[in-house]
């Protein structure tokens, strides 16, 4: 349980950071919370020689709530995302996600940016930032780009970062009108999704306009449920349109079996999640 010898760098600048991951190239990673990286380093699954500290660069700490979008640096620790009220009134499905993420001692540490780069097909965040539609900056030697959450999630571990870029920040859109909900079966153990399903909402004159659907855990990447969200527009919760949203909610997405979930468990439970997701949203008056 002891990793390989590596260097440790810490940067004072974006700028320079970008430098060290140029100038070491494969052999370095980015650290942040830690808390993927390090127990992959202790069960020698990673081996970098250089760590890059970056938690302490100002240019990825902070959170801004405007009126339109909320902008989260990625250093930002769950634990603070939990506990901001301001991102709680303007969008509830953050505090609320993060809330469910592991324990106290994980949430301190462990950031957005991390999870999202790392894309553990069980984390919690890439369900909530599909959900909302978020914007994931990033920057490298070759120039800075965004990319939509829909767009990051490749495979399993596998995200559309290139060698050499840095998670910046996540710009999520404030949508008028919206309700959301989070519903996780938690491994027992981790706290992980074996399932987690996000669902967002929008109504306008109190009919549901339409949705996302951010699912977790399933599949060996996060994913938008785009067959089910066609099927939300009109919405009340009639029993058979839930129905024939669960049809097809996963149909097209091929479920991970492991020692916890065989694949028939899995969809049971997420069709238990997305039921249960649904159902707090158009249970909810709460729109914002
Ligand atoms: P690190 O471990 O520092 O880094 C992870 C990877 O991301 C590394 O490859 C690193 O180079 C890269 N990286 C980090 N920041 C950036 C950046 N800004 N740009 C580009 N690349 C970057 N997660 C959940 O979602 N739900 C859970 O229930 C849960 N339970 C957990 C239980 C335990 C016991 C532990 C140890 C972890 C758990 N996690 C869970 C994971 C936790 O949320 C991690 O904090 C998170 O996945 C990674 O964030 P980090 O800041 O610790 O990243």
Redesign the pocket.
């Known amino acids: 349980m002891t990793p390989s010898a590596f260097d440790y760098v810490r940067p004072a600048s974006l700028s320079e950071a970008i430098t060290a991951l140029a100038r070491h190239g494969d052999t370095a990673?980015?650290?942040?919370?830690?808390?993927?990286?390090?127990?992959m380093m202790k069960l020698r699954i990673a081996a970098p020689e250089v760590l890059i500290d970056?938690n302490e660069l100002s240019e990825?700490r902070g959170v801004s709530v405007g009126k339109s979008e909320v902008v989260i640096g990625?250093?930002t620790t769950?634990a603070a995302l939990e506990h901001h009220t301001e991102v709680a009134a303007a969008l509830p499905l953050i505090p609320a996600v993060a809330h469910q993420?592991?324990d106290a001692t994980?949430r301190n540490?462990?950031?957005i940016?991390?999870?999202l780069?790392?894309a553990?097909p069980s984390?919690?965040?890439p369900a909530a930032m599909l959900a909302l539609d978020a914007v994931i900056d990033v920057t490298g030697a070759r120039g800075s780009r965004s990319i939509a959450a829909r767009d990051f999630f490749k495979g399993l571990f596998e995200t559309d970062?290139q060698p050499g870029?840095?998670?910046v920040a996540i710009r999520v859109p404030v949508v008028a009108g919206s309700r959301t909900a989070y519903r996780k079966f938690r491994h027992p153990a981790?706290?992980?999704?074996v399932v987690g399903v996000a669902v967002r909402l929008t109504f306008e004159r109190g009919r549901c306009s339409g949705g996302r659907i951010g699912v977790t855990g399933f599949a060996d990447h996060a994913f938008r449920a785009e067959r089910a969200e066609a099927l939300l527009a009109g919405h009340a919760g009639q029993a058979d349109r839930t129905e024939r949203l669960l049809d097809v909610a996963f149909a097209d997405a091929a479920p991970l079996e492991d020692r916890f979930a065989d694949a028939e468990y899995r969809l049971q439970l997420a069709r238990t999640m997305l039921r249960r997701a649904l159902a707090d949203v158009l249970s909810s008056d709460k729109t914002r």
Request: proline share 3%.
């Open positions: 990673r980015l650290l942040a919370g830690g808390h993927s990286l390090l127990p970056i990825l990625a250093a769950h993420i592991a994980v540490r462990g950031t940016g991390g999870s780069a790392h553990d984390a919690d965040w970062l870029e840095v998670i981790s706290g992980y999704a």
